[in-house]
């Protein structure tokens, strides 16, 4: 005997997005030969704060936040702000780290980041 099956979509899709890549800043002082960002946004532009903190007071329950993309996320002017805004929540950040100044380190480490990954690309051996 033949039963039938249906889906519920309230069962296989959540109805806010729980995994969310965010561009802070498309600008960047770097000009890697592989890096498609000045393809893609040209001179770069920054997210609107607000409109990430509206983003943010949207969500419910993410389970991930990536806070950068084709840009250097470490020259958005209120990242901080924007790691805080999100803690509790698992927050990535990938950055080449080559221009933060150490000033900022400690407000960095302890403001909720939980993952960092340094991205390197060198084309010599020095």
């Not at 890096?35 to 329950?61: D, P, V």
């Not at 927050?91 to 990954?117: C, I, N, Q, Y």
């Amino acid at each position: 005997m033949w039963r039938t099956f249906e889906l519920n979509p309230d069962d296989i899709a959540a109805k806010l997005p729980k995994v969310l890549w965010i561009e802070l800043t498309s600008k960047c002082p770097f000009d890697c030969i592989f890096c498609t960002r000045k393809t893609l946004r040209g001179a770069g532009e920054q997210f609107y704060f607000a409109l990430y903190q509206s983003l943010i007071r949207e969500l419910r329950n993410p389970d991930v936040i990536r806070l950068n993309y084709a840009g250097e996320s470490i020259h958005y002017p209120h990242l901080i702000e924007a790691i805080e805004l999100v803690k509790g929540t698992t927050t990535e950040l990938v950055s080449a780290f080559a221009s933060w100044p150490r000033h900022k380190m400690e407000r960095l480490v302890k403001s909720g980041l939980d993952h960092l990954t340094i991205s390197l690309h060198r084309m010599d051996a020095r």
